[in-house]
């Protein structure tokens, strides 16, 4: 598993892709503390930047996630690493580390402008901690949602676009909670929805039953990549 | 030692194997031959366990690859067709990551550069794998597959894509590995099996249809004890001397090849060699042989008989088998080879008739 995640890790970076969206994020974190912060002289609004980064941080996951499994099964490199004395969930768990561990550095990185806010004002750490363990959780789970998808075909574009399509779905996942007539419905949105899973933590608390709905999201979904990657051998 | 056993691939509905058996001793080099698409790489998946059969056995030694993956892919090194190659990577940081992958536990440095030196690829090894020509990249595969030193190696057509040069040398170090290794390799080159392997496995549509050693195998499969002989003697008193011989069954002519110079064919008894008395008799009579060859089939024949024919994927052919199993398959190829030699007697009777006829009417013009 190490020997993967360092091999898929060095492979972000060797290509721009890695760069990309570690830049990508890390100048919209700036941007959003700048136009929310900063603008309203107020670091009570803090919470508003992550709300709006959810979004975003949705949006370049998938990019982050689509060449996961998807390049190795085209360029026939899965042959390589499932013929080797490893088994497929360390394979897996290797392949959604690297995918997280550029999420989580663009994430720390978002971190910046809050220190930068720290020296001009007195924000409060609770809330920004919060929702920095919060954007790493529903990251998280995106990650593995995104690696699954990758698994499931050879075309990056499709993986982006597949991934990118869930994304969209569970983002706008509650205004579809408020349409619905019947309430054992609206109940079952809310209750996947990332988005209210993400509140608790948006407001500077630590909701245990969100983090453990989002670990087992992610334990779900490397598992099911992991069946994924076993069955190609069946076919 | 690897054994197969029973080894059955369907891709829905397409049968891709079809009860492959065979066994591997350790330190020998096995040849898998057969055409396109006839289940060499399948095969090859599934004893790596990159593949799955939908029924059948494989054990490396003594340990199932479905109960114990982990313990038998240590013992294996693989070369697939397409060498598993992440072309972002340098040659040094590929091998230094399957390394890992593979869980070595030799000292890294040295094992490392002892496997560039035998693949001689140091000269590239801090290079780009996705600038490097298919050669060195097909190279670096087969390095890949040495990490470890496992005890069975793999290869699927492991000299493809490389030139001349390279390919003695990639055949030099096969047969140099195979001392110690067990090496099963894949190739529709029959020169290199023949060159490189002890044994040859023939698979056709899935199925074995012939095993056995490289030198045995056309012999034992052609039985067709036949000479060739070239000599400057009269024909007919030749062909009569010839015949008296002992353990001679037929003799005839097969024509004026040189001037003064016919060719015969001698066919003896299975089992009996007239390579001695007949030169005794030659030499008695003072008639010079100018040419002596037996008619065992080659390897290309051999390829071709047995991928072609449809009988002969019914059931496998193995040198190993019983007389009776032999024989019924010697007398199927006879009939073919028979066949084969009246065709192109035919054709070589109407190339001299034509000969002649042509020799003729260059006598009437002049």
């Known amino acids: ?235 | 030692m690897v054994e197969v056993k029973n080894l059955t691939k369907r891709y829905g509905s397409n049968l891709a194997l079809d009860g492959v058996s065979f066994t591997v001793e350790e330190g020998t080099i096995v040849g898998f031959l057969g055409p396109n698409g006839a289940g060499k790489s399948t095969t090859m998946n599934i004893v790596t366990g990159y593949l799955s059969a939908t029924s059948g056995s494989v054990t490396v030694f003594g340990k199932n690859i479905l109960d114990e993956p982990n313990e038998v892919k240590k013992l294996i090194g693989y070369l697939p067709e397409l060498p598993p190659l992440y072309q972002d990577m340098t040659v040094k940081e590929y091998l230094n990551f399957m390394y890992e992958l593979k869980k070595v536990s030799l000292p890294r440095e040295k094992h490392l550069k002892e496997i560039c030196s035998l693949t001689k690829i140091e000269n590239v090894y801090n290079r780009l794998i996705g600038n490097l020509s298919k050669g060195y990249r097909q190279r670096v595969g087969i390095a890949q597959a040495l990490l470890g030193n496992p005890p069975v190696l793999i290869l699927d057509e492991p000299t493809v894509g490389l030139d001349p040069k390279q390919i003695i040398e990639i055949r030099s170090l096969i047969t140099s590995l195979g001392r110690n290794h067990t090496v099963i390799l894949s190739s529709h080159i029959l020169s290199e099996v023949q060159a490189v392997c002890q044994r040859i496995i023939v698979i056709n549509n899935g199925k074995v249809v012939a095993d056995g050693g490289t030198d045995t195998l056309a012999h034992d499969l052609s039985q067709d004890h036949r000479l060739i002989l070239r000599l400057e003697a009269p024909e007919r008193e030749a062909v009569h001397a010839i015949r008296e011989l002992e353990h001679v069954v037929d003799v005839y002519s097969l024509g004026e090849k040189e001037p003064g110079v016919f060719e015969l064919s001698v066919e003896s008894t299975p089992d009996a060699d007239v390579r001695k008395p007949l030169f005794a008799l030659l030499a008695r009579r003072g008639w010079p042989m100018m040419a002596l060859k037996n008619t065992d089939l080659t390897l290309e024949d051999l390829f071709l008989r047995l991928t072609s024919s449809d009988s002969f994927t019914q059931e496998p052919v193995r040198s190993e088998e019983p007389e009776e199993i032999k024989a019924i398959h010697r007398g199927r190829l006879n009939i073919d080879i028979e066949e084969l030699i009246q065709s192109s007697q035919e054709e070589e009777e109407q190339e001299t008739q034509t000969e002649e006829k042509g020799e003729e009417d260059h006598e009437s013009d002049i």
């Open chain 1, 1 to 235: 598993m190490r020997a993967i995640f360092k091999r898929e890790l060095r492979a972000y970076f060797a290509s721009p892709i890695g760069y990309v969206c570690v830049a990508a994020l890390a100048a919209i974190y700036g941007f959003e503390y700048y136009g929310v912060v900063m603008y309203t002289h107020s670091t009570s609004y803090i919470s508003y930047v992550y709300s709006s980064m959810f979004s975003f941080c949705m949006i370049v996951i998938p990019i982050i996630t689509m060449r996961s499994m998807s390049d190795d099964q085209k360029n026939k490199t899965d042959q390589a690493l499932l013929t080797a004395p490893v088994g497929t969930v360390s394979i897996v768990l290797g392949k959604f580390f690297s995918s997280f561990f550029v999420y989580f550095i663009a994430s720390t990185l978002g971190l910046l402008p809050a220190v930068a806010v720290t020296f001009l004002g007195s924000p409060s750490w609770g809330v920004i901690l919060g929702n920095y363990i919060g954007t790493l959780l529903y990251g998280g789970a995106m990650v593995s949602i995104g690696v699954f998808i990758s698994s499931l075909t050879v075309s990056q574009v499709i993986a982006a676009i597949g991934t990118f399509a869930v994304a969209v779905f569970l983002m706008l996942m509650d205004n579809l909670a408020s349409g619905l007539s019947s309430q054992w419905l609206t109940a079952i949105v809310n209750w996947i929805s990332f988005n209210s899973r993400y509140t608790p933590f948006a407001q500077g608390l630590f909701d245990l039953s969100s983090v453990v709905f989002f670990l087992s999201v992610m334990a779900i979904f490397v598992f099911l990549t992991a069946r994924k990657l076993e069955s190609r051998r069946w076919n």
